[in-house]
């Protein structure tokens, strides 16, 4: 799945475009060997002055790692529909899609391993500093488990929960946008 299928497609881009929002979507690194690369990668895209972040499941590890490498220049950091770690079924089903792909089982373990989040220690994630915001999946489902919402707000309890809606790709979406739209503008506009 690429930017262009989670994010532009269901409307979600252009939507912050029209409420005033400039919007990077940079797709994510293609079969990448750890979250540290993720970060790596997505850092090429950061403007010099410190912008709100927007990532959706798994890329939530990907910007919180992205959050941890570089504070000064994340504003706000919003955790939309977080992948959940450390479900035995949920991590089976990725680990056999991630070796059928040709990764390795040390990049698998790299991409498996974290806590609440994948890639990222509790007490990593729990060190951040900028204004935190979470989107639950709702309605939950094995990928995107309330458990990992409310983990986050533990760790982080200055952060905020917005309006839960299914993930953009979901056939259920698209009733959400508008109010996901709302969600994501007004916390980007603090």
């Not at 910007?63 to 504003?75: G, H, N, Q, S, V």
Request: proline letters at 10%; one cysteine or more; a neutral charge.
């Amino acid at each position: 799945m690429d930017a262009d299928q989670f994010w532009a497609l269901p409307g979600v881009t252009g939507g912050i475009r029209r409420a005033g929002f400039p919007v990077l979507a940079p797709n994510r690194l293609h079969r990448p060997p750890n979250w540290h690369a993720e970060s790596e990668h997505l850092a090429a895209f950061l403007p010099e002055q410190p912008v709100a972040v927007v990532a959706g499941s798994n890329g939530c590890s990907a910007a919180t790692r992205l959050a941890l490498a570089f504070p000064t220049r994340i504003a706000r950091l919003l955790l939309a529909w977080p992948a959940t770690a450390g479900d035995i079924t949920v991590d089976s089903h990725t680990r056999a899609g991630l070796a059928a792909s040709g990764a390795s089982d040390q990049n698998i373990r790299a991409l498996l391993d974290g806590q609440t989040l994948r890639g990222v220690t509790d007490n990593e994630l729990a060190t951040l500093t900028m204004p935190v915001s979470v989107l639950p999946s709702a309605p939950e489902n094995p990928f995107h488990q309330r458990r990992t919402v409310d983990s986050i707000r533990r760790l982080l309890p200055g952060s905020e929960e917005l309006y839960g809606c299914p993930e953009p790709p979901r056939p259920d979406f698209p009733s959400h946008l508008d109010r996901l739209l709302a969600s994501i503008t007004k916390f980007a506009d603090r």
